[in-house]
């Protein structure tokens, strides 16, 4: 019954255009702010989930390392551990440095991942070779897999077309003195047998080899590794980190197990905040419809004094007339909101389809990348209606406290 008396206010004719336009502006308000909110989240989902996956192709499903200093070493039990493990699939054994890679005048500072032949298996770095293929040689004849940018930096030609082999220079553990760079490096020619490119942060920084040749250069023997990647039988991050936590328990205290997030905590940390934050920001413009909601039921209520009079003449109490005016506060809300999530969902339909809006410079797409997730639309009806709510409270209030009378 209050609803339908909210209705007939809304939607009847007022003596005062006034009331009218404030009451169009407040819905235009309204719709403003939810589609903003919904187009800005869900063009953070699309660029969270593109980041992720491009992080899920290089970053394996879980990763061991030592409790303690920087070398894994799987004793039998721990190793038979990983091999029984019906919930992972494939594990792979890597050992990193940072080094030097020089061919003739260019040099570029790397990070080396001597990885063994389980590694395609366990990351998808192998369906981002853009040029020549994954293999790593053998410690003999290793090879080398280069980012993009690292290719350009050192000036790298694949296989046949190399007129001179890049040289690795990696820190010798054994050097007696570090001012000799004779002493302090061990250097290796190097065969360029592919090339990746995943994103910027990847392609500047990474160089694939054979595992035993860095365990060769390093002096470490064939049981050392610097950690162990794992490729796992789960469908999501809560399914993964079930595993991972009964891995940590069988393996014991001296290894940690983490996740993919764990690997990379402070990125998808500073992407949830920069989400949340832009969200507060964008609540804001509901701040301001809010206001003219505010105004819209001052001047309702003016505009209504006789029939709020009538009605408690009738019988209704401050409760009822109360009501009645912020159902008319919901009423804006949900032409409001519901007209802005409508247009919301259209532009980002528009954009998922046909790539309207394109992004400048260089990345790994061309275009704003658009995800809509339900939790948004949840969390945007909720803010509306609880703007609306506190909003229409104040004129609603005002108008059950006030003493009318018939009399003229």
């Known amino acids: 019954m209050n609803f339908l008396f909210a209705w007939r206010y809304f939607k009847s004719k007022k003596s005062t255009n006034a009331v009218n336009i404030i009451a169009y502006i407040s819905v235009i308000a309204i719709m403003v702010g939810t589609a903003a909110l919904i187009l800005v989240l869900s063009v953070f989902n699309g660029f969270e989930s ?5 992080y899920s192709d290089f970053y394996a499903d879980a990763k061991i390392i030592p ?17 029984t493990n019906k919930q992972v699939a494939y594990y792979s054994f890597v050992v990193e440095e940072k080094a030097l890679l020089k061919n003739d005048t260019y040099q570029s500072t790397v990070v080396v991942k001597g990885v063994d032949d389980n590694y395609a298996s366990v990351t998808n770095i192998a ?46 553990k054994n050097a007696l003195s570090f001012t000799n760079l004779n002493d302090a490096f061990l250097s290796y020619n190097v065969l360029p047998t592919g090339v990746f490119n995943i994103q910027q942060e990847f392609d500047n920084k990474y160089v694939f080899t054979n595992l035993r040749f860095m365990q060769f250069m390093l002096d470490m023997d064939s049981t050392q590794y610097s950690y162990a990647e794992l490729k796992l039988h789960a469908n999501n991050d809560k399914e993964a980190k079930k595993i991972t936590t009964q891995l940590q328990n069988d393996l014991g205290k001296n290894f940690i197990v983490q996740t993919r997030y764990e690997q990379n905590k402070s ?10 934050i832009i969200y507060g920001i964008l609540s804001l413009i509901l701040v301001v419809a809010a206001f003219n909601i505010i105004g819209s039921l001052t001047m309702l209520v003016l505009e209504k004094q006789k029939d709020i009079a ?30 802005g999530m409508i247009l919301a969902s259209l532009i980002c339909w528009l954009q998922i389809k046909f790539k309207l809006l394109k992004l400048g410079g260089s990345f790994v797409v061309d275009y704003y990348p658009v995800e ?37």
């Open 67 to 83: 409790a303690k200093g920087k070398i894994l070493q799987l004793n039998n039990t721990a190793l038979q551990t990983l091999q």
């Open 127 to 172: 369906k981002h070779i853009v040029r020549g293929n994954f293999f790593t040689g053998n410690v003999h004849e290793p090879s080398i897999v280069v980012g993009g940018g690292i290719e350009n930096a050192v000036n790298i030609y694949l296989g046949e077309d190399a007129y001179t082999l890049p040289t690795l220079y990696l820190p010798n």
């Open 372 to 408: 809509m997730r339900w939790q948004d639309f949840v969390l945007v009806i909720a803010t509306v209606f609880v703007v609306a709510l506190i909003a229409s409270y104040i004129p609603a209030s005002k108008a059950a406290k006030e003493k009318l009378s018939l009399k003229s």
């Open 50 to 54: 593109l980041v992720k996956n491009l």
């Open 267 to 276: 990125l998808y940390s500073i992407m949830q905040m920069e989400k949340w």
């Open 310 to 339: 009538i009605l408690k003449a009738m019988g209704a109490n401050d409760n009822t007339i109360k009501n009645i005016f912020i159902n008319n506060g919901f009423i804006l809300a949900i032409i409001g909101g519901g007209i």
